[in-house]
Antibody, heavy 117, light 113 residues
Framework: EVQLVESGGGLVQPGRSLKLSCAASGFTFSNYYMAWVRQAPKKGLEWVATISTSGSRTYYPDSVKGRFTISRDNAKSSLYLQMNSLKSEDTATYYC??????????WGQGVMVTVSS | DIVMTQSPSSLAVSAGETVTINCKSSQSLLSSGNQKNYLAWYQQKPGQSPKLLIYLASTRESGVPDRFIGSGSGTDFTLTISSVQAEDLADYYCQQHYSYPLTFGSGTKLEIK
C-alpha cells in the first residue's frame, strides 16, 4: 500500500524558515517524480514544486521560486521542502504527492503551515 | 502559464442524476507526439486529501467507479458523473499535466440535495 506521511508543519513567523518532510513507503520511491502541492484554507489547489527521480531536476512556480527548495533522499525514501522567507500567503496545508505523467496519483494526508506573527 | 477555467463553481443535484463539470484550458493540452491530452480530474471529499480520478483526459485511475467518465480534447474537457450517489459529495478539480507550471482549475463543489 502506497503511503506518504508529511511532517514538520507548524506556526512560523513571517520571514523565517521551515522544512517539511515526507516519508514514502509501499512503492519504489526512486522510480517516481515527486511533488508538493498546497491548499490555502478554504481555497483551491496550487502546485508548489516537482523533483525528478534522481533529484537533478527541479521545477517551481514563480510564487515560490528562489524561496522554496525541493529535495529528496532516495536511500531513505524521503522527500523534503525547505521553505525560506515565508510570507503570510504561504499559509496552507502542504501535501506530498507521487506523480504519474506529472499528475499526482497518491497524496499524503497533508501538514499545516501557518505563517503569522 | 496555462490557465484552467472550471464551471460551474458549484451545483446541487439529487441522487441518481447525471452531473457534468467543465474545464477549459487557455492552451491546447494535446501532445502532437502521442496524440494524448494531458488533463486530470481530482475528487476531494470534506476533510480529506485529493484523490486522482482521471488522467490523460479519459483514463480512469484504478478502483474509480465507471460512472466517472472523462472526455474532451484540445482545450475543452468534461467530467461526467452518472447516477450521482451521496458519497460523491466533494470538490472536483481539473489539472493540466501538459507543461510547467502545473495548474489547477478553481474547483467545483458538488452538493447532493
Amino acid at each position: 500500500e502506497v503511503q506518504l506521511v508529511e511532517s514538520g508543519g507548524g506556526l512560523v513567523q513571517p520571514g523565517r524558515s521551515l522544512k517539511l518532510s515526507c516519508a514514502a513507503s509501499g512503492f519504489t520511491f526512486s522510480n517516481y517524480y515527486m511533488a508538493w502541492v498546497r491548499q490555502a484554507p478554504k481555497k483551491g489547489l496550487e502546485w508548489v514544486a516537482t523533483i525528478s527521480t534522481s533529484g537533478s531536476r527541479t521545477y517551481y512556480p514563480d510564487s515560490v521560486k528562489g524561496r522554496f527548495t525541493i529535495s529528496r533522499d532516495n536511500a531513505k525514501s524521503s522527500l523534503y521542502l525547505q521553505m525560506n522567507s515565508l510570507k503570510s500567503e504561504d499559509t496552507a496545508t502542504y501535501y506530498c504527492a507521487r506523480l504519474t505523467v506529472l499528475a499526482p496519483d497518491y497524496w499524503g494526508q497533508g501538514v499545516m503551515v501557518t505563517v503569522s506573527s | 502559464d496555462i490557465v484552467m477555467t472550471q464551471s460551474p463553481s458549484s451545483l446541487a443535484v439529487s441522487a441518481g442524476e447525471t452531473v457534468t463539470i467543465n474545464c477549459k484550458s487557455s492552451q491546447s493540452l494535446l501532445s502532437s507526439g502521442n496524440q494524448k491530452n494531458y488533463l486530470a480530474w481530482y475528487q476531494q471529499k470534506p476533510g480529506q486529501s485529493p484523490k486522482l480520478l482521471i488522467y490523460l483526459a479519459s483514463t480512469r485511475e484504478s478502483g474509480v467507479p465507471d460512472r466517472f467518465i472523462g472526455s474532451g480534447s484540445g482545450t475543452d474537457f468534461t467530467l461526467t458523473i452518472s447516477s450521482v450517489q451521496a458519497e460523491d459529495l466533494a470538490d472536483y478539480y481539473c489539472q493540466q499535466h501538459y507543461s510547467y507550471p502545473l495548474t489547477f482549475g478553481s474547483g467545483t463543489k458538488l452538493e447532493i440535495k
